[in-house]
């Protein structure tokens, strides 16, 4: 009964007076940050009065992320009926959208005081953030549909989709006036090769005042098989490679019927072969460091029939060039 007549008395303080928190061991206040721009710091301060008769003792403070949340004040001590103040400072990330941070003050033996700000973010959002459409087969397409949302004041009135690749497509399909837009992606799958490209989306945004231009852009990965040609390995790293020395490898390719093909690469330094092997094809590989290069190397090889000269795989090549510590 005590405890309760001194929480209601503290509540009353927090209803009549100019406002701080009447908390518990467990309590969780929660502080509305509404917008709030990406990268620029937010400074919160919570008065917060104990309801508990007993020394309440919270002496650590945990965030709920580091780099976004600086515990500039807290008490260690809350004693029953005086005023206390917890300071934060928020630097929200540069994802835009609803987000919430925290700090936790425990550590006392008592269940802890949590400290939640809620805000938005403010920024364009793309959903999903990449678009992985793993494996598909020549002469199939896969649809994709990446939804838009402004998070902030102000409303979507136009919109451009765009990808520098030749087999993708996109449409951009905005309700005019709206928070939130969609872009249709649509995959041509051609010939058996890998995508590693971005959509570039950018809307423009009016708040009544003034317009601005906002912008994001989605990853694409994807690899289009031929299903009548099976290469083991699918991909290839060749490791670590100094300068004085070099790298060899293979890739197997079985057919389903008899084909003869011929092999090109696009990794500066990598010499290909394609030998006969029984029933199969194997390309023979042997990589020597160019000049002038250095780290991680990407590159490919195509193979494509004979005589027709239609890529029917490609097979991805990773290579780090850099001489040994």
Known sequence: ?????SAMCVFALAVWGVGPHSVLPGSEVVVPLGYIEPGVCREVSVVVVSGMLDVWRVPKVAVSCPACVEVLESPGVLRFAEPDTVRLRVTPSASAG????GATLHGGGSAPLRITCEGTVVGLEGEPEQLDLGRCEVGHTKPQTITLRWHGMGRIVSMQCKCNDPDVEVRSVLASGTENATCIVKLLARQPRSFDTSISIAVTVD???ARSREHVSIPLRAEVIDPTVTVRPASVFLGRVSRKSNAVSSVHIASSASREMTATTSLAGLQVKMIAAGNQLRCDMCYTPPAGRQGLQRGSIQLADEPSGQVV?????????????
């Open 1 to 5: 009964m005590t405890h309760l007549l």
């Open 98 to 101: 609803p987000s919430r941070w």
């Open 207 to 209: 708040d009544g005042v």
């Open 313 to 325: 795989a490609e097979v991805p090549v990773l290579v780090f060039l850099g001489d040994d510590v």
